[in-house]
């Protein structure tokens, strides 16, 4: 009888383990990001906190350097169900939303502390809306960072950049921009930007530090020009359709695993590594020019009425953005 009941108690407990097993839900994460970089650790770190929160019933398995595809291909498959999560840069994720965009206007905003106030307390909303639209669930804001320009010279006033190549991510706002600026914009990947920097397909890649030193471009484009041109911000997704399939309690500890980390805190994370990679740069070599306020102020003169144009050609919510944007600034102190 002992030997039968130690066998029928195994047997539950292997039927429990897989019970177990068959109750854990696996979702992907892709990722543009360099494994080694500021962002992988995050990513890690809200896997860790998911599965904690979770008690093992949700595992998060981020896949880094854009082993799903391009930050772009990834957030479609993402919208149509291929793929589960993801954090992207806003400038991607305009390709679905692209008023979204203009987030990144270049220096719209007055200070980060201005810039980070007017998107947690007046876009938030409005970009969960939009993006339910496209069938992906917005999670949370991201920190890419300040956005500097590398290259093999310095790029400190807006006649510097006159006919140069600038890899870009494609969408409306960038686009433009580069064009009033007298530059052209390449498409460029996130994968592709140190090759197409070595064969010359660009000039540069507008880039925050936490990127552009972990990925090695610095090695590529030594010169690194600090403006910089905006505050770089980025945006976790999730499908839809599995996020509301979720059980609505493992939903609830979910989402607080997703969000134990606060954004100022990603962004304070992301912030330090600027200027800590900064430091690195020179260290190892490398030149870093600081634009003087006159110089920035030769980029920002005539940017008010491009704004506005940028936000009429995204389409006919941007118009509406820019406005919850500048009633924002208007709010939130400088």
């Known amino acids: 009888m002992s030997r039968i009941r130690c066998k029928l108690g195994l047997i539950a407990m292997g039927c429990m383990a897989a019970v177990a097993q068959a109750q854990t839900l696996e979702y992907k994460f892709a990722s543009s990001a360099p494994p080694t970089s500021p962002w992988a650790k995050q990513i890690d770190r809200t896997a860790a906190q998911v599965a904690e929160e979770t008690k093992g019933a949700v595992k998060i398995t981020p896949f880094y350097g854009s082993q799903l595809g391009s930050e772009n291909d990834a957030i479609a498959q993402i919208s149509r169900g291929r793929l589960d999560m993801g954090s992207f840069t806003v400038a991607a994720v305009a390709l679905q939303?692209?008023?979204?965009?203009?987030?990144?206007?270049?220096?719209?905003?007055?200070?980060?502390?201005?810039?980070?106030?007017?998107?947690?307390?007046?876009?938030?909303?409005?970009?969960?809306?939009?993006?339910?639209?496209?069938?992906?669930?917005?999670?949370?804001?991201?920190?890419?960072?300040?956005?500097?320009l590398p290259g093999k010279k310095a790029y400190a006033t807006p006649a510097d950049v006159k006919g140069i190549k600038v890899g870009v991510v494609v969408n409306k706002a960038t686009t433009e921009f580069w064009r009033e600026m007298g530059a052209n914009p390449i498409p460029t990947n996130v994968a592709e930007v140190a090759s197409s920097s070595q064969t010359g397909l660009i000039d540069t890649y507008p880039t925050p530090l936490a990127f552009y030193v972990p990925s090695g471009l610095n090695k590529v484009?030594?010169?690194?020009?600090?403006?910089?041109?905006?505050?770089?911000?980025?945006?976790?997704?999730?499908?839809?359709?599995?996020?509301?399939?979720?059980?609505?309690?493992?939903?609830?500890?979910?989402?607080?695993?997703?969000?134990?980390?606060?954004?100022?805190?990603?962004?304070?994370?992301?912030?330090?590594?600027?200027?800590?990679?900064?430091?690195?740069?020179?260290?190892?070599?490398?030149?870093?020019?600081?634009?003087?306020?006159e110089q920035r102020a030769e980029w920002a003169k005539n940017l008010p009425p491009v704004w506005k144009e940028i936000a009429k050609d995204t389409g006919p919510e941007g118009e509406k953005f820019l406005a919850l944007m500048e009633a924002g600034k208007k709010a939130c102190p400088k």
Request: one cysteine or more; a neutral charge.
């Open 221 to 293: 484009l030594p010169t690194l020009t600090k403006l910089p041109l905006w505050e770089s911000a980025g945006v976790t997704l999730m499908n839809k359709g599995l996020y509301d399939k979720m059980p609505a309690d493992l939903r609830a500890s979910f989402d607080v695993g997703l969000r134990k980390t606060p954004v100022s805190t990603l962004r304070a994370e992301i912030r330090a590594v600027d200027t800590a990679l900064t430091a690195a740069h020179k260290q190892a070599g490398g030149i870093v020019v600081e634009a003087t306020p």
């Open 97 to 148: 939303v692209p008023e979204i965009s203009l987030v990144n206007l270049p220096l719209f905003f007055d200070s980060q502390a201005q810039r980070d106030c007017v998107l947690d307390n007046h876009l938030q909303k409005f970009t969960t809306e939009a993006l339910a639209k496209k069938n992906l669930v917005f999670i949370n804001w991201g920190e890419v960072g300040p956005v500097h």
